[in-house]
Nanobody
Framework: VQLQASGGGLVQAGGSLRLSCAAS????????TGWFRQAPGKEREFVAS???????SYADSVEDRFTISRDNAKNTVSLQMTRMKPEDTAVYYC?????????????????WGQGTQVTVSS
């Protein structure tokens, strides 16, 4: 599975941005998929995940602001980000193939995209 993230950019605080991740391979539709982010000098952190059937989880810091969704017919996963804050600034990575129940652990994911930069100005 290859993952290609897009949609990053510069947005003002309070604004919105939508990230997309396109996946190759039919196996993608059977995988959980998710988003992580990494700010400069910080560890990669979990943002959101969605199972093959649509069940989702969110980090506390983005709950009620971000929404993850997927389209299995198109092999895509999206992250709609609203009411954005400067602390959301990071490189965002899409991921797929959860190999354990520890979905918030980056080590539990098998495939990674190349990342897309999101910058939120204050």
């Amino acid at each position: 599975v290859q993952l290609q993230a897009s949609g990053g950019g510069l947005v003002q605080a309070g604004g919105s941005l939508r990230l997309s991740c396109a996946a190759s391979g039919r196996a993608f539709r059977n995988y959980s998929t998710g988003w992580f982010r990494q700010a400069p000098g910080k560890e990669r952190e979990f943002v959101a995940s969605i199972s093959w059937s649509g069940g989702h989880s969110y980090a506390d810091s983005v709950e009620d602001r971000f929404t993850i969704s997927r389209d299995n017919a198109k092999n895509t996963v999206s992250l709609q980000m609203t009411r954005m804050k400067p602390e959301d600034t990071a490189v965002y990575y899409c991921t797929a193939q959860l190999t354990s129940l520890r979905y918030s652990d980056s080590q539990a994911w098998g495939y990674w995209g190349q990342g897309t930069q999101v910058t939120v100005s204050s």
